[in-house]
């Protein structure tokens, strides 16, 4: 299952003066919402997808229609009108009857990821993450070890230039709400949010493989802030 947790609440866009939640924003004739799901195109036949959204500026309709004209074969569209505790949180909130056996592809919605494929050891894991190399300190940060392996995650915590774009594969269900429940029991949060790159450290602890796959920043764009919609504007027309 491809999940996609859109709850949060386009603050910085808001102050900058839009109008709207930056998914439903444009750029060059299609929106910010299609060209992020897009990322999964390859899958769109295959896969059951998720959306987990707000019920403010029409959004439940808006992403109806959107999946209707993307032909997603396989999509479903849950609501939570409250605020969470984070991206953890939410995902585990939508997910509500979902199977303990189910595998997660967790990913942002404000993140452009072109001709996404699994890698080819995704049968092998029990989940991983999606990096590229950058710089700064406000991302999710991935400790590498040997062939591709995980030792440990941060947030905005750097310890490798190796930072997580925002994808996020977990073997079951079982295995994300687990290390949710530990987290909450810890009350592990950064900035009183549960974020989903820390959970991987309750799974390397008892055992299980992560792994990580670098991507090229070229096969990736970024339109979390007013700024990189603007760049993003400039891109697509040029």
């Not at 530990?182 to 592990?188: C, D, G, I, Q």
């Amino acid at each position: 299952m491809i999940i996609i947790p859109m709850v949060g609440l386009s603050s910085r866009f808001f102050k900058a003066g839009f109008t709207k939640p930056k998914f439903q924003l444009e750029l060059s004739g299609e929106t910010v919402f299609s060209r992020a799901v897009r990322s999964f195109e390859h899958y769109f036949d295959s896969e059951r997808f998720l959306f987990i959204t707000r019920p403010d500026y029409d959004t439940p309709a808006f992403v109806s229609s959107e999946l209707e004209r993307l032909g997603i074969a396989n999509a479903s569209v849950t609501t939570i009108a409250h605020d969470t505790q984070g991206q953890a949180e939410t995902v585990s909130l939508g997910l509500k009857d979902t199977a303990g056996s189910e595998p997660l592809l967790i990913f942002n919605i404000d993140t452009f990821r072109y001709d996404y494929r699994k890698p080819d050891f995704i049968d092998t894991c029990d989940g991983y993450l999606e990096v590229f190399s950058g710089e700064g300190d406000h991302w999710s940060f991935v400790e590498p070890g040997a062939e591709n392996s995980v030792l440990r995650t941060t947030e905005k915590e750097r310890i490798s230039s190796l930072c997580s774009d925002g994808l996020y594969y977990f073997k079951t269900r079982d295995l994300f709400e687990t290390a949710l429940s530990e987290a909450r029991a810890k009350n592990e949060t950064t900035k009183g949010e549960f974020y989903i790159a820390p959970l991987y450290n309750t799974l390397i602890k008892s055992g299980a493989s992560i792994k990580y796959e670098e991507i090229a920043l070229s096969e990736i764009d970024f339109c979390g802030t007013p700024d990189e919609f603007e760049a993003l504007k400039k891109k697509f027309s040029s």
